[in-house]
């Protein structure tokens, strides 16, 4: 299983970014899929998802209306658009594998992060 996350960068505020995340080794659209981010000495920070066929996305409040979350099932990737950025979304961006259990919702694989910087 492989996910490698791309798009990050430096970006001032109210700019945008688009972070795709590449997998490989498993059947993607056999998955539900997730974008988390993370600050250095913070918890993680659950942002998007979207269901295996991208039907049904869900966003985190603070970034309703700015971040759109697609998916891409012959290319086997995944996609944050990100509008209107400000300073406080700067953090790591990892895109995960979701699944569902007994009611609560897991992320198993990760991809190594990219890095915002909205400055």
């Known amino acids: 299983v492989q996910l490698v996350e791309s798009g990050g960068g430096l970006v001032q505020p109210g700019g945008s970014l688009r972070l795709s995340c590449a997998t490989s080794?498993?059947?993607?659209?056999?998955?539900?899929m997730g974008w988390i981010r993370q600050n250095p000495g913070k918890a993680p920070e659950w942002v998007s998802d979207?269901?295996?066929?991208?039907?049904?996305?869900n966003y985190a409040d603070s970034v309703k209306g700015r971040f759109t979350v697609s998916r891409d099932n012959a290319e086997n990737t995944l996609y944050l658009q990100m509008n209107s950025l400000k300073t406080e979304d700067t953090a790591v961006y990892y895109c995960?594998?979701?699944?569902?259990?007994?009611?609560?919702?897991?992320?198993?694989?990760w991809g190594q992060g990219t890095q915002v910087t909205v400055s």
């Open positions: 995960a594998t979701e699944s569902t259990y007994g009611g609560s919702v897991y992320y198993n694989d």
């Open positions: 080794g498993f059947t993607f659209d056999d998955y539900a």
């Open positions: 979207i269901s295996w066929d991208g039907y049904i996305t």
